[in-house]
């Protein structure tokens, strides 16, 4: 492998890893302040519970979070420094910003721990948690407006291979900043809604403590309504998405679904084989005039075709199957939290809501929701191929010629390996083997009390 391959295999292994926690950073505050908000509202010692057990983990992977993502920062410059050389100060301002919005969640979640029961009014603690929710949510923005000027860069002047009379809030808020950022927030929230749905259906299934069968039944039916909300939300993302790629980047969405030939009444793709010599896809299954209404809601409307760009100014056709998976993964979550819903909208079915098979379905969306995130960023990534920064530095301009990278690399991959299994099993012990009736109680005799 050369310095370009092992580049790109040792960011794309970061990112694969950050997205997790950042996914949770997003999601997470959010999670725990409507459990509170309940909590206080109904006056129910079970959603309390739910609000302070969820912000605990939380903050075992904001900590691992932050090792990610400062990470992600040195690589920019150490193996990107073509890419930061001409670009850096362009993007400088999102980058500081992001820093800024970390370190505001932070201050603001140590906060938010250690003020339970401290307010006369609960209202005030839960006050305490929209900061939090702001600084993760503004957090992510900022990334996510440095990701999108790569994609879609503006702000600048190009002269002598120069980026010059630079406008920060101009390249910050680039063409493709509002559809991407609404996109990256919805899939957050959805995803981190069905890891805490598929953690309470194991819960249900592998449950200990008889006394917890309530918290987790009402944990499991909150996640499944804020999921079901979240996954029509990041729809609504996708679709905006995809009429974004029709307008500004239709080379990306013909790669998308393997489509050759411009022409209207496209076809939208479904797996299958690709024959690239041929320009033919075996075994797929092809929904007709679904990609020109995707593109403009309208089956007539013309979708351009592969065969209009130079061939090396294509991404890879891999990227065909991680929007396949990332579409079906969020299909599967859809469904599953739909016909949850029904089953307690309706009486007749409600015997099937906490059936073992209900269950079973409900630990799967847990992880497909993950891989979901992973397949859109794998897709996000891999789909602006050559370019770093589209139109202006292709990846191989960009990369860093330094040698030894093969054993940083695997250092690396040592690290990330030891996070994810440090981070997992810390969780996991937080909460072994202490049942959550005890802090029901607890609090419930609080209540009482006051």
Known sequence: MNSIEIARLL??????????????????????????????????????????????????????????????????????????????????????????????????LSIYLYTWDRFKSQWTHLIISIPVILGGSFSALFITSVN?????????????????NVEPWAAMLN?????????????????????????????????????????????LKLTMILGLIFTIGSMIAGDASAKFLHQEQPEKLAAYEWHYDTASQADLVFFGI????????????????????????????????????????????????????????GVFCFIVSAIFILTRLFKRLRTWTYSRIMLYLGVLTGPAALLAIEFGWFLTEQGRQPWII??????????????????????????????????????IRMFKDKPAYELIEELSSKRGDA
């Not at 006056?43 to 903050?59: F, I, M, P, Q, S």
């Open 274 to 329: 690709l024959d690239e010599h041929k320009q033919e896809v075996s075994g797929a299954i092809k929904i007709p005039g679904l990609l020109s209404f995707l593109a403009d809601n309208n089956v007539n409307t013309k979708v351009k075709g592969m065969n209009d760009f130079k061939s090396n100014e294509l991404p890879p056709m891999i990227v065909h199957y991680y929007f396949d998976l990332m579409v079906t993964m």
């Open 11 to 108: 960011t794309g292994m970061t990112l694969a890893v950050h997205i997790i926690f950042a996914t949770i950073g997003v999601g997470m505050p959010l999670m725990f302040a409507i459990a509170e908000f309940l909590g206080i509202k109904k006056n129910d010692a079970e959603y309390l519970t739910l609000a302070r057990r969820w912000v605990k983990g939380y903050t075992i992977t904001v900590a691992v979070g932050v090792v990610t993502g400062t990470i992600i920062g040195l690589q920019l410059s150490l193996l990107w420094p073509s890419f930061m050389k001409i670009g850096g100060h362009v993007i400088a301002l999102p980058l500081f910003m992001e820093t800024f919005a970390f370190f505001f969640e932070a201050i603001f």
């Open 175 to 219: 063409d493709s900043f509002l559809v991407r950022s609404f996109h990256v927030v919805a899939t957050a929230l959805m995803t981190m809604a069905f890891v805490l749905a598929a953690i309470a259906a194991f819960k249900l299934l592998k449950n200990k403590f008889k006394k917890d069968t309530s918290y987790h039944k009402k944990a």
């Open 148 to 164: 999108s000027f790569m994609n879609t860069p503006a702000g600048f002047e190009m002269k002598h291979g120069r980026m010059v």
């Open 390 to 427: 589209r139109g202006y530095m292709k990846v191989a301009q960009a990369a860093t010629e330094a040698g030894g990278l093969t054993l940083v690399s695997i250092l690396f991959g040592v690290l990330y390996l030891v996070l994810l299994f440090t981070s997992a099993y810390v969780i």
